[in-house]
């Protein structure tokens, strides 16, 4: 918890002020019962009026006093805390940025949002709290303590026990409720990871009529969340009537002997009164302890919560040197002997080597997990190879800074996404401020100008978060859009037409040709058709490397490459191709 | 007369939020008892106490008998008190978690309930954050609402009571001064209750962005936009804080303002009280029961105001809590019929039109007679209303106008579900859940016996696979899918089709990420699956669409063309165009 307190440092002025002037404001308001007891036993025994007016008069002083030093204090925690946890949400999401999807895979995106939000926020009350209390209370009972030695050195004794009883029980109370409030936010993440599971399948789960088993399977989640936040509350309610009945005792206890110390005349009826109101300040003061301590063991948990995701190390880092200049007369990628698997299971991709030149388009084809998508995710260093490099224009890809490696790589992914904006803040991810020609340039060749001009706005249409506002296929084409107006060295088309009509995929093809000059293409297809033209096509079969070369001399040689052929195209076709 | 609109919506939200506690009345109601009680021994120790006091006058003056047993009262007082409190705050803390689960249960329920559009159209992450962040605020005000507003309540009246049966001259000393503290703090809470609406909202913009661009990771990656994603986050994040801090700092005023509004009324006390003393009218132990009182009865005002700033927080969540659940559901479907077994797969579509923007006309004067047993191929280039017309025949979304007819009936008189439960869907974007492979293949027939879904994953040419992984088919796939390829994740969703063996099947685009080898494998499965049913398949790839009865061209919402593959090609229009383009040079 403490770690976080770097977060706090641009406030330091706020986090002394604050606490000072509440320390101020609670200085002042122990001096009152003081001068209570003054009044009774000055100005009411010896019936001096302007002494009781004075006094009044004294006592209204203060309390205007303290109500300026506290208004300083909310100021000062206000900026503190939202000014903490605005720090803290930045750091994080910057931190997050630094992860490879290994990593993110494993705490899940519905978790990093709670954490995010939820447990940020309780950080951020617990601050306030700090500022506004954990000063003010502590001082308030100490004060307390110490003004009731200062009045009777043996009635104080009770003072004395009192604390660290009270102490004690705050203590096994935080302990025993610290599980359940851990059981709380990770009840939260659950209930949070089905919900953004319903809202993404919210189309599946309607065609399969499970609305009423899915609401079961949240309420699943939603009981045992209600049901530890109730266990937790139970445990933390004791604090309140337990302190309060120390307090009691303690009271009962100042009465009794300190009626016994005014028989023998060594105690006045005033002090013993004040003796009592210190200790209804001090019980008073306990109950907002009690909710301090509530306020604080949730943060605690929160803070390990928010902890581990800082200590969660990118699996991916640049090295410490990192080359941002590349050999433009090395071949553009080049695989040697590389293997790759995925944690906790068996490998991806077997001792693959090829070597991709400039301006060369490699056409990758295999079946449904083969490998392909992995391949071209270790060209941009997604992931690191277990074994064997991966070089870009001559570089190792582990020696290059993450920028100038991924900036020469225009990649559109398999899943068509997009971000909230419009469509030219989309296109401008691929080139900042990218001219209304480029754009226009870069729809053309993604065959997304008809569509996009059709729209009311053109460029500046809006795109809902995701693009769910578009068909697959539109979305298709604006993300390849996107990696064209990047005029990327290499470009890597990871089964990106699948969206597409054919007539719209052959265009595409067709204009990705002319643009693609000295770009190195890797496309990544089901469709012979897409790769056949190649110059040079990677046929991958269960993550092994079994055919390399063109398509005619793969249509003779391989016989994996031969089969897919077969199942799409004519067999006068396979076989005409076959003689040349 | 703004104003007014505000405050009645401010009481609008709190009625629902008690209306919310209804179900739990009982506890409610003990709550208060427990409250009244707690308050009421918590008064009687003062009295208590100073009577004992007043037992002590003076050296050799004390009366240690009547002391003994006043302190033995205020000792059982205390215990009882101790015990009410501890029910009070049993009692709460279920009426609150109880409440903010069937609120968290009720705006799950609409996900299901409400239209698809609105959840087409709705960020999930701000959906998220009403669910996550939102219900904490209401279950956090609710808490404080109940514990400290209303026992706060009884404090203040009983206190009043206690005061004006000791001394009304000083009660009415008290009564006028502290309604101040009440103006003061309603004032400040007006004041910063839009800031508290803002910070709510500004809170489900970030959730969004957050959802946006951590769910999206990899892209943001592979267009090394880390600084501007940065950069748009930090931006919302700023401006969360301005409002956060406005919001926070406003509402804190409220208690020291009454506080020092309090500090009046002790200081007022103490001065009347002493006169008072001075002229004999009270004793000196009254005065200390009388600034015991004073300060009891401020107290709860300070608690009241202490809270405040919970209250107008749990006010803004629940005003967006009650926003979703305010969303207009599907039509009701109480006089629909229930289709008994399977359809014959018969359908009739006629003149139907239908866009998602009124503006924007998508389909229009769509029809089509489809006999039963056909295998009906949807082609066209993209965007042309293949997959919304899929929509319709769902009814994810219903028709403008038009009808759509199942087995001779309007399938607007026939449930949703029932509608749905004829067809097995494979959508394009594969969806699987959190749970074990058998699990999420099992998902539409939940009894099947593991050797069906064995033989269904066979059939979907993923049973090797599924072998491979570390726990067979106990395997739990993780969020998002994990790292399944897209490929093995529509195969999943094939074998969840296969085992359901629906009487109509829609598949759409459902092959596009499997290589073509295991789609012609799947292919013949499907086809020996649907023999005699009804299927609707949109496609690019020719080997799928080759086989249909029918295909139909659409272009612009509309059908351009239809027949079988060998009559379209002898048309020599679209068809032909769009089949040629297949074997295009690049």
């Not at chain 1, 008073?284 to 581990?308: G, K, P, Q, Y």
Request: charge should be neutral; aromatic fraction near 8%.
């Amino acid at each position: 918890m403490f770690r976080l307190a770097k977060y706090l440092k641009s406030y330091k002025l706020q986090l002394i002020l604050g606490p000072l002037c509440k320390l101020i404001e609670a200085i002042l308001e122990l001096l009152v019962p003081l001068v209570t007891a003054d009044i009774i036993d000055n100005g009411v025994r010896n019936g001096d009026m302007d002494y009781v007016l004075s006094h009044g008069a004294l006592m209204i002083g203060m309390g205007a006093l303290g109500l300026c030093f506290a208004l300083v204090c909310q100021k000062s925690a206000s900026i503190a805390s939202q000014g903490f946890g605005t720090k803290l949400r930045n750091a994080m999401f910057r931190h997050i940025n630094t992860l490879s999807h290994a990593e993110l895979d494993k705490i899940g995106t519905a978790s990093l949002i709670t954490r995010m939000t939820n447990d940020i926020n309780r950080l951020q009350l617990a601050v306030a709290m700090l500022i506004r209390l954990v000063i003010r209370a502590p001082f308030l009972i100490i004060g307390a303590i110490v003004m009731s030695f200062l009045i009777d050195v043996r009635l104080a004794m009770i003072f004395a026990v009192a604390a660290p009883v009270t102490a004690l029980v705050l203590y096994l109370v935080m302990r025993a409720s610290i599980p359940y409030f851990r059981g709380v936010q990770g009840g939260m993440d659950r209930v949070s990871l089905i919900a953004r599971e319903n809202l993404s399948g919210n189309r599946v789960i309607r065609a399969f009529n499970k609305q009423k088993e899915d609401r079961e399977r949240f309420a699943d989640a939603n009981e045992t969340l209600t049901d530890i936040t109730l266990k937790g509350g139970r445990i933390s309610t004791l604090l309140n009537p337990l302190s309060y009945i120390i307090a009691q005792a303690a009271i009962i206890a100042i009465v009794w002997f300190g009626s016994g110390f005014v028989y023998t005349g060594d105690v006045t009826t005033g002090q013993i009164i004040a003796l009592v109101n210190y200790m209804t300040l001090i019980q008073l003061t306990m109950i907002v302890v009690s909710d301090l301590v509530v306020i604080f063991t949730r943060a605690a948990v929160s803070a390990s919560r928010v902890n581990e995701i800082f200590d969660t190390k990118p699996g991916i880092v640049e090295c410490d040197d990192p080359v941002s200049d590349f050999c433009e007369d090395e071949p553009a990628v080049c695989f040697s002997d590389v293997t790759f698997s995925y944690e906790g299971q068996g490998p991806a991709l077997t001792n693959i080597s090829f070597t991709a030149n400039r301006g060369e388009t490699i056409g990758i084809i295999g079946g449904t997990g083969a490998g392909k998508s992995t391949l071209v995710n270790l060209i941009p260093r997604f992931y690191d190879a277990s074994e064997g490099t991966v070089t870009v224009f001559g570089r190792d890809v582990r020696t290059c800074s993450f920028s100038a490696l991924r900036g020469m790589i225009g990649i559109v992914p398999q899943k068509a996404e997009l971000f909230s904006g419009t469509i030219r803040s989309n296109l401008e991810r691929g080139k900042p401020g990218a001219t209304d020609e480029e754009i226009a340039h870069a729809l053309s060749v993604a065959q997304a100008s008809e569509f996009v001009c059709a729209m009311p706005m053109g460029y500046d249409s809006i795109v809902s978060a995701g693009g769910t506002n578009l068909s697959g296929g539109q979305r298709q084409r604006l993300t390849i859009a996107r990696a064209v107006i990047k005029q990327p060295d290499i470009l890597i088309l990871d089964d990106s037409a699948s969206a597409l009509d054919f007539a719209t995929d052959a265009a595409l093809r067709r204009a990705l040709s002319h643009e693609t000059g000295n770009m190195t293409v890797f496309m990544v297809s089901q469709r012979v058709g897409t790769v056949r033209y190649a110059d040079k096509i990677i046929v991958l079969d269960a993550g092994e490397l079994v055919g390399l070369g063109t398509h005619r001399e793969l249509i003779k040689a391989c016989p994996v490459y031969r089969e897919i052929c077969l199942s799409q195209l004519r067999r006068e076709e396979v076989e005409e191709d076959e003689k040349d | 007369m703004k104003k007014t609109e505000k405050k009645t919506s401010a009481v609008k939200t709190i009625k629902r939020i008690i209306g919310y506690c209804k179900p739990y009345k009982l506890r409610l109601a003990a709550a208060m008892v427990f409250s009244v009680l707690y308050v009421a021994m918590n008064l009687t120790a003062p009295v208590l106490l100073g009577y004992a006091i007043d037992g002590a006058v003076g050296k050799g003056n004390v009366d240690f008998v009547s002391i003994a047993s006043l302190l033995l009262m205020v000792g059982v007082s205390a215990l009882c008190s101790a015990l009410f409190v501890w029910l009070m705050n049993l009692c709460t803390y279920s009426v609150t978690y109880l409440t903010a689960r069937d609120m968290r249960r009720d705006i799950y329920g609409k996900f299901g309930s409400v239209p698809l559009s609105v959840i087409d159209s709705s960020s999930h992450g701000d959906m998220l954050s009403r669910l996550i962040n939102d219900v904490d605020s209401v279950s956090d005000g609710l808490l404080h609402g109940i514990t400290q507003l209303f026992s706060g309540l009884v404090m203040i009246l009983s206190t009043l009571g206690f005061m004006l049966v000791i001394s009304p001259t000083i009660a009415l000393v008290v009564v006028v001064i502290t309604p101040l503290s009440m103006f003061v703090a309603a004032f400040i809470t007006r004041l910063s209750q839009k800031q508290f609406r803002e910070q709510s909202q500004t809170q489900g913009e970030l959730s969004s962005r957050i959802e946006e661009y951590i769910g999206r990771q990899k892209l943001v990656k592979a267009f090394s936009f880390e600084k501007s994603s940065i950069e748009s986050f930090e931006e919302i994040n700023e401006r969360l804080k301005v409002c956060g801090q406005k919001s926070q700092f406003y509402s804190s005023l409220a208690n020291p303002s009454t506080r020092f509004v309090n500090g009046l009324v002790t200081a007022a006390v103490c001065i009347v009280g002493s006169l008072s003393a001075m002229s004999g009218a009270i004793s000196v132990g009254q005065i200390a029961t009388f600034i015991t009182y004073a300060n009891q009865y401020t107290k709860p005002f300070n608690e009241v105001t202490g809270v405040i700033p919970q209250l107008q927080a749990a006010l803004a969540g629940a005003e967006r809590v009650f926003a979703v659940l305010d969303e207009q559901d599907e039509s009701s479907e109480d006089d629909c019929a229930v289709i008994e077994g399977k359809s014959s797969g018969s359908l009739d579509i006629s003149h139907v039109s239908f866009s998602y923007i009124p503006e924007r006309p998508l389909i229009t004067d769509f029809t089509l007679k489809v006999a039963p047993g056909r295998r009906v191929a949807i082609v066209g280039p993209t965007g042309c209303g293949k997959t919304t017309f899929i929509n319709l025949l769902m009814r994810f979304y219903d028709i403008n106008s038009g009808a759509i007819l199942l087995d001779g009936k309007s399938i607007f008189d026939i449930k949703r579900s029932s509608v749905r439960s004829q067809y097995g869907m494979v959508l394009q974007e594969s969806w699987l859940y959190n749970a074990s492979v058998r699990d999420n293949i099992a998902y539409g027939k939940p009894e099947a016996t593991l050797d069906e879904v064995i033989a269904a994953a066979r059939k979907a040419h993923i049973h090797h696979f599924i072998e491979r992984l570390p726990q067979g088919y106990d395997t739990i796939i993780s969020e998002q899918g994990g790292n399944l390829s897209q490929g093995q994740r529509q195969l999943l969703c094939i074998a969840r089709v296969m085992l359901c063996d629906p009487p109509m099947l829609i598949l759409d685009e459902a092959t596009s990420s499997i290589d073509t080898r295991t789609e012609i494998k799947i292919q013949r499965a499907f086809t020996e699956m649907m023999k005699g049913r009804t299927s609707f398949i949109v496609a690019h790839r020719l080997s799928t669409i080759k086989e249909a009865d029918i295909i139909l061209v659409m272009k612009n919402g509309n059908i351009i063309e239809q027949g079988s593959h060998d009559e379209l090609m002898a048309q020599n229009g679209f068809y032909r165009e769009l089949y040629s383009s297949q074997f295009a040079p690049s």
